[in-house]
């Protein structure tokens, strides 16, 4: 069973920083393709970035620069490390993991910044 489990997210003012973390059982974060997605109130989820088995990383564009997708494979974590925080940045971000077509989804953290 694959599970996701994160964690870190909080209230932040505008400017500053928060890690996420995302703790996985049932498949291994240097095996398969993981992810960060947030969603905004009222608009659609979107993908913010992803690591692949190889170490390869995909960012949005909104995000280039100031957010930083890493993973520990002997905790078997993928954490998003976010500077620079805008309230534009303020979603539940959820952690994904996806196995061929099949996406597994962590249960969402909120992450909230003020101006």
């Known amino acids: 069973q694959v599970q996701l489990v994160e964690s870190g997210g909080g209230l932040v003012q505008a400017g500053g920083s928060l890690r996420l973390s995302c703790a996985a059982s049932g498949v291994g974060v240097s095996i398969v393709p993981m992810h960060w997605y947030r969603q905004a109130p009222g608009k659609q989820r979107e993908l913010v970035a992803r690591i692949f088995a190889g170490g390869s990383t995909n960012y949005a564009d909104s995000v280039k620069g100031r957010f930083t997708i890493s993973r520990d494979n002997v905790q078997n974590t993928v954490m998003l490390q976010m500077n620079s925080l805008q309230p534009e940045d303020t979603a539940v971000y959820y952690c994904?993991?996806?196995?061929?077509?099949?996406?597994?989804w962590g249960q969402g953290t909120q992450v909230t910044v003020s101006s």
């Open positions: 994904a993991a996806s196995l061929g077509p099949t996406y597994y």
